[in-house]
């Protein structure tokens, strides 16, 4: 499985458009070799370089497994939105306090739906842990 961006290559910068320093949309991402045997995907972005620990800045999950695109500033293929480490559900765009800080946005191929209601990404990583078949990650930098 893989996952892109149209607008950045893996470990190269985010355009400051997808960040608090610009739009703050989500930029487009590209899924690529969905293993035919999901049921659904989990989109995870957080930011590992925080000093207070690994913040979550987007949690997409239930997205259907026929989708291979994720459109700029969009939710797509029927995804429900989780939420991030600011308590709310949406997409918050790098925004570093100091330094180059590492977006990684994590795709997971999964064997079922999840039935939860307004997961964080630690409890989507819970549920999720057994039904996972796949996984890929797209690795953007930012620095302010």
């Not at 961006?5 to 739009?23: H, L, M, R, W």
């Not at 429900?80 to 800080?101: A, D």
């Amino acid at each position: 499985m893989k996952i892109t961006s149209p607008v950045f290559a893996n470990q190269e910068n985010i355009p400051s458009k997808y960040t608090c320093d610009g739009e703050n949309i989500n930029p487009p991402l590209k899924i690529e070799d969905v293993p035919n045997v999901t049921v659904s995907l989990v989109l995870i972005m957080d930011d590992p370089d925080t000093p207070n620990g690994t913040f979550v800045h987007w949690v997409l999950y239930n997205i259907d497994p026929q989708a291979r695109e994720i459109v700029e500033d969009s939710v797509t293929g029927g995804a429900m939105l989780g939420i991030t480490s600011t308590k709310q559900k949406g997409y918050m765009g790098p925004c570093p306090p100091f330094g180059v800080h590492r977006y990684f946005f994590k795709l997971y191929a999964l064997d079922s739906l999840l039935s939860v209601d307004h997961p964080t990404a630690d409890d989507l990583n819970l549920e999720m842990d057994t039904h996972i078949i796949d996984g890929a990650t797209l690795i953007g930098l930012y620095a302010r």
